[in-house]
């Protein structure tokens, strides 16, 4: 009998400590949200209760000085799936690029951004390369490598992109011995990426430079980078920020791709490569791309969505002088 009670008395103990949980949880997220409304709580409260990162379904303000917290632009797959199923005969008008389905035109395919149109311009959000905080300066550099476009499996010259979505499928490589006791080095490697392409790159800052850690790790061949590989063409960009947010801006700056559509607005190449009995691999890479024109280019902090940088076709960008980190 004892015991009965002392398992009762234990149950609703245990009851009373998941209830009072539970109200001290609703109370802080309401204070939280109320935090975040009136942009009061004390420093770094713009950073406690964010809203969930979802992508925008509207066409993009360029006009607008500042970002919404944890804005991450178009969604880059399902827009240059909605184009490139688009029949040939609508692209030449401004509808909706989004109406159509994304897939095949299956009931369970999701309708795409309804309110985009072929005309409207469009926001991607590009991580970049490596971020590097100069202290002395407090000047933060953000490099966001260009990465060529492929036009019939070759090096289209005439355009530059920025891969937005890169998706593996399969990465596999390991040695073995065969029959024969030959060392055999296997490799399997397929992916699928989705890069924003334009043919007006030039109207933009492009430097050829080398990675911060790159140059780090290749100290003995200084100033040697481009003869060496390293260097690839880059949106370099170089602005102050507040010390004390160095580390957090480190992880949290952004690159923000506006643009217009253009023709021939999607496009696919596929590279598929098999490897021989003696040195067994497979390579397949789906390159999407969705083509477009250059308006704006934005750096800026995706948690708070302050804009740090905004460069412009024709806009001179004063030359970074070199610093130390």
């Known amino acids: 009998m004892k015991t009965c009670m002392r398992i009762t008395a234990f ?12 109200a001290a949880l609703q109370a802080a997220r309401r204070s939280g949200e109320k935090g975040d409304q009136t942009g009061g709580g004390g420093p770094g409260s713009g950073r406690g209760m964010l809203p969930s990162p979802e992508f925008d379904r509207t066409p993009f303000d360029i006009t607008r000085k500042r970002l919404p917290p944890v804005y991450i632009g178009h969604n ?5 799936n909605s184009v490139r199923n688009m029949p040939p005969e609508r692209r030449g008008g401004q509808d909706t ?29 590009v991580k970049p390369a490596e971020i590097l ?4 300066e407090h000047t933060l550099e953000a490099y966001c490598e260009l990465s060529a476009v492929l036009a019939n499996g070759r090096d289209d010259g ?20 065969d029959a024969k006791g030959a060392r055999i080095d296997f490799e399997e490697l397929k992916f699928r990426e989705t890069t924003v392409a334009f043919q007006n790159f030039r109207d933009f800052p492009v430097e050829t430079a080398v990675l911060p850690s790159l140059r780090r790790a290749g100290k003995g061949i200084a100033g040697r980078g481009e003869e060496n590989g390293l260097a690839r063409e880059m949106i370099v960009g170089s602005f102050e920020i507040d010390p ?3 580390a957090q801006l480190v992880e949290s700056t952004r690159l923000l791709v506006l643009c217009n559509l253009a023709d021939p ?21 789906v390159h999407e791309y969705l083509q477009v024109r250059l308006l704006e280019l934005w750096f800026y902090d995706v948690v708070t969505g302050k804009i740090f940088m905004k460069i412009r076709p024709g ?3 004063p030359s970074r002088a070199p610093a130390s980190g």
Request: with cysteine; hydrophobic share 40%.
């Open 11 to 22: 149950a609703l103990l245990l009851a009373l400590c998941l209830v009072s949980c539970r």
């Open 76 to 80: 880059v797959e399902l827009v240059y």
């Open 97 to 125: 690029a989004a109406e159509h389905p994304r897939g095949s035109g299956s009931e369970d395919d999701p309708p795409v951004l309804a309110a985009l149109k072929l005309g409207s311009v469009y926001a991607f959000q």
């Open 133 to 136: 905080y100069h202290s002395r």
């Open 158 to 177: 005439t355009r530059r992109g920025f891969r937005v979505v890169y998706a593996p499928q399969v990465d596999n490589r390991f040695t073995y011995t």
């Open 244 to 246: 004390k947010a160095a």
């Open 265 to 285: 607005f999607a496009s696919l190449e596929t590279i598929h490569l098999q490897g021989t009995s003696e040195k067994p691999r497979e390579y397949l890479a």
């Open 315 to 317: 806009q001179a960008i």
